[in-house]
């Protein structure tokens, strides 16, 4: 008789995470969020519809290699304001994550900002938590069909909008707008605008807390950033612990309790869904919901507020709390340091760029008078919002002599060539001669660059 032997259960070594629905809090934090995230899509969606100095405010036109904002025209030549730009993004976020943790991720990052805008729209399609958990376990039905369509409805429409305004950065928004209405939109434009809004929904509408919990590195390298000074979110365990419901008016000393009462809301606002009062944790964007809602139920228990607090792990120890230490000055004195010389740069900078390339044709031409011709051609850049004609001078006292094919005369922004003959007396010498030429705006003489030349003379004749 065969017996047949029951093959062995293989266990999955993936679990499935389950949804997080954040219960929406108000409360003093909740508030400063709401502004930020207002303040942050507002600048996002209405800053390329607002035009300054004839130019749309943000506008990064790659064909023309002009790069315009806030009134400020930059070039490729400006490439070191980027340079500038990358680090002292990186020295704010060192200098901000030492001082208050991570202020970033709560308040600013743009996956928070999106999610919460996300949230808002799924608030006012399906209700509050338990109405949203209560929609997706109900079977399908039309009220279920008609909620979860105006929230897709809603959701779809905003991350296109948000993909629309994206490509709105790089090609004039107004333009775009006619491109789209008139079915005219270029294959990268489109590509573009399809694939940001997509991203949007994705990052904003599904994976949500698993981009801060998986996919952002932020919070794998932020403990190298984090000290006993620095500012976390903390339960404060001594005066919760033990747990435990309780009615109102209660003394939870006398029932051996803490101030904690378990109601677990802490846990339920929680846009990752963990328990702070398990410590300090890698999943935790310090948006400080927790600390809201919290405080809401120690008022209603007659509680002090601040079982879930701001605090410093030296605090935490009852130790002193050092606000300045050394690396938040090295922090500030090099942003400081870096954003001043980076603003003082950009607002003297002269609104002028020009170089003389030598003709490789010919080294040089002995002409009948006896001196000796070089040829180049000047590339000039006019970096201002008016057009200009400028002026070529030798340095005082200098023997040579300019011919210019045309006048040197610009529209605003234009990038142009001019032929340049330079003459040079015959007896001056031999060779290489460096020279220098100034070239100067006719009606602004602070506006002016100096232009290293090297010219080149025939050997001498024994």
């Avoid at 949230?119 to 938590?129: A, F, K, P, V, Y």
Wanted: proline share 6%.
């Amino acid at each position: 008789m065969e017996v047949n032997t029951p093959l062995p259960v293989q266990n999955s070594m993936y679990r499935k995470e389950p949804k997080v629905y954040p219960r929406h809090v108000s409360g003093r934090f909740s508030r400063v969020r709401d502004l930020a995230m207002y303040v942050l899509l507002g600048l996002y969606y209405f800053l390329p519809w607002i035009n300054i100095g004839g130019h749309q405010s943000v506008l990064f036109d790659l064909p023309a290699r002009r790069f315009y904002i806030l009134g400020l025209t930059f070039w490729p030549q400006d490439f070191i304001y980027l340079a500038t730009l990358m680090v002292s993004a990186g020295l704010s976020l060192f200098f901000f994550t030492a001082l208050a943790g991570r202020l970033w991720c709560g308040y600013a990052c743009p996956q928070t900002v999106w999610t919460e805008a996300f949230l808002m729209m799924e608030r006012w399609t399906e209700g509050n938590r338990q109405q949203r958990m209560k929609l997706d376990a109900a079977p399908w039905s039309q009220n279920k069909i008609l909620r979860k369509g105006s929230k897709q409805f809603l959701w779809i429409t905003f991350s296109m909008w948000t993909g629309f305004t994206f490509v709105g950065f790089f090609t004039p928004i107004r333009e775009l707008g006619g491109s789209i209405l008139s079915f005219s939109l270029g294959p990268w434009e489109t590509f573009w605008a399809i694939f940001y809004g997509c991203a949007t929904y994705g990052n904003a509408g599904f994976l949500r807390e698993q981009v801060c919990k998986y996919m952002c590195p932020y919070a794998r390298f932020q403990s190298a950033m984090f000290d006993n000074d620095t500012l976390i979110i903390s339960y404060d365990e001594r005066r919760g612990e033990p747990r435990g419901s309780r009615r109102k008016g209660q003394n939870p000393a006398e029932h051996g309790l803490g101030d904690c009462i378990n109601c677990t809301l802490c846990v339920q606002v929680c846009p990752t869904g963990i328990d702070i009062r398990e410590g300090l944790q890698i999943e935790c964007i310090a948006c400080a919901a927790c600390i809201d809602v919290c405080d809401q139920v120690m008022d209603k228990m007659a509680y002090p507020r601040g079982l879930i607090h701001y605090t410093t792990g030296n605090a935490e120890k009852g130790k002193h709390t050092r606000v300045l230490r050394p690396r938040i000055i090295i922090y500030a004195s090099l942003l400081l340091a870096l954003v001043t010389g980076t603003l003082w740069s950009m607002t003297h900078r002269t609104p002028l760029r020009a170089d003389l390339i030598r003709d490789r044709n010919a080294l040089y031409r002995e002409l009948q008078d006896g001196s000796v011709e070089n040829v180049y051609t000047m590339k000039v850049t006019n970096m201002s919002a008016t057009a200009r004609e400028y002026r070529l001078t030798a340095m005082p006292g200098s023997p040579v002599e300019i011919e210019l094919a045309r006048p040197l005369r610009l529209e605003a922004e234009e990038v142009a060539g001019f032929p340049v003959r330079i003459h040079l007396p015959r007896s001056v010498g031999q060779g290489v001669q460096n020279l220098q030429l100034q070239l100067t705006a006719s009606d602004d003489p602070s506006i002016s660059k100096t232009l290293d030349v090297r010219f080149i003379l025939p050997p001498t004749q024994d």
